[in-house]
C-alpha cells in the first residue's frame, strides 16, 4: 500500500472507532433495530432520488448491503442494547479481519505473505489478550451477537471487492438502501410500532437532538465517509492487505470509551493495543521501491 492509502486506512478506523460511541448515544434515544434501520434510511432515500445506481452486478450490491448493512448492524445494535460494553464492542467487532482475510483466501483464492501471516497473528494475539483482560465485562450472547455481526461485515468486504464499482462513493450509497427494509420489519416484529414512535417523536424534542446527531454521525460520517474510502481501498488492493487495517478500531474506540464512559483500559489492554498498531503495520506489505533513473542505465548498458 502507498502512504497515502495507508494513511486512509488510518483515517478510517478513527471514524469506525468513534462510531461505537455514537451508537451508545443513539440507544439512549431509540431501539437498538429501529436505530440501525434509521442509520441507512436517511441514507437511502435521497440515494434513489439522486444517485444513479452503480453499474454493478446485482447480486454483489444485494450481498454488500446484506452484509455490511443489515447483518452487521443488527447483530451489533442489539449486542451493545443488551449489556455489550462500547469498548468490547469495538475490539470483537474486529474478528472482522481475521473473518474477512480467511474467506477471501477460501473464496477468492487470496494468497497471504509470510510477512501478512505474521502480522495478522501478532494483531489476533493483541486481541486475545484485550478480550481476556476484559472478558469478566461481557456475557456469552452479546459476545456471540457482535462476533455474528463480525462476520456480516466480512461477507460485505468480499462482496463490496467483488462488484469492483468504477465509483466507490455510488456503491457505498446505493448499499444503503438494502438496509432499512429488513431493519424495519424485524423492528416492527420485535420491538413494536409503538415503541418506535415514541422514539421519533422524542427524538424532534431539545432532549432528542444527542439521538439525531448520533444517527448523522453514523450516517454521513462513519458509513457515507468511512465505507466509500474502505470499498475504495478493498476495490485497490487484496482483502488480506486492507482488512488488518480494521484492527486499530478498537484502539481508537476503547480510548474514546475511557474518556467519555470512564471505561478504563487496563495496562494490559494497552499494552495489547500497541501490539495491534504493530502487527497491522507488520502485515501490511510494503509498496515496491520505484526504479530510479540510475537503475536504467545500469540494466541499459
Known sequence: MTTRDRLLAAVVAVLWGANFLAIHVGLEHFPPLFLAALRFLVLAIPTVLLVPRPRVPLRWLIGYGLGFGTVQFLFLFVAMDVGMPTGLASLVLQASAPFTVLLGALLLRERMAVRQVAGISLA????????????HAAALI?????????????????AARLA?????LHLTLWMSVVPPIPLLAASFL???PAADWAA??????????PGLLAI?????LATVLGSDIWTALMRRYPAG????????VPVVGIGLAAAALGERPSVVELVAGVVIIGGVLLGTPRPPRPVTDVALVRTSS
Open 164 to 168: 469492483d464499482a468504477p465509483n466507490p
Open 200 to 209: 421519533v417523536r422524542a427524538a424532534v424534542t431539545p432532549a432528542g437532538v
Open 241 to 248: 492487505v486492507v482488512a488488518p487495517y480494521s484492527l486499530l
Open 190 to 192: 420485535t420491538e413494536g
Open 142 to 158: 452479546p459476545l456471540v451477537l457482535t462476533l455474528i455481526g463480525a462476520l456480516g461485515w466480512a461477507f460485505g468486504n468480499l
Open 216 to 220: 448523522a454521525y453514523l450516517a454521513v
Open 124 to 135: 489476533v494475539v493483541g486481541l486475545l489478550a484485550i478480550a481476556v483482560a476484559q472478558a
